[in-house]
């Protein structure tokens, strides 16, 4: 089994960068697609970018893409999500998950999840 760790949010203010990282205790880390989801005050939970086993493939949310970037490295267990060009819209809550299916949007294809880390974006 994975668990994941989150770090690396905090208060930016807009259009600068942040880069998360989460940490993936266990074995299995390259068994899992990896994703990042963000849920903002009042809203619900929405796929913001997922990369594949290899790290070959990956997509991304319209609202990100160009300016996030997924990654990973499995032989330190661990996936990244690089985040430039911040925007006020972007202030939420960021979790990582697994998916033992591979990529996909529909968060309930993830069967691990981290506990988040928060990401402010100040205008």
């Known amino acids: 089994q994975v668990q994941l760790v989150e770090s690396g949010g905090g208060l930016v203010q807009a259009g600068g960068s942040l880069r998360l990282s989460c940490a993936a205790s266990?074995?299995?880390?390259?068994?899992?697609?990896m994703g990042w989801f963000r849920q903002a005050p009042g809203k619900e939970r929405e796929f913001v970018a997922t990369v594949s086993r290899s790290g070959g493939n990956a997509y991304y949310a319209d609202s990100v893409k160009g300016r996030f970037t997924i990654s990973r490295d499995n032989a330190k267990n661990t996936v990244y999500l690089q985040m430039n060009s911040l925007k006020p819209e972007d202030t939420a809550v960021y979790y990582c998950a697994a998916n033992p299916d591979g990529l996909g949007w529909d968060d309930k294809r993830y069967d691990r999840w981290g506990r988040g880390t928060q990401v402010t974006v100040s205008s």
């Open positions: 266990g074995r299995t880390f390259s068994n899992y697609a």
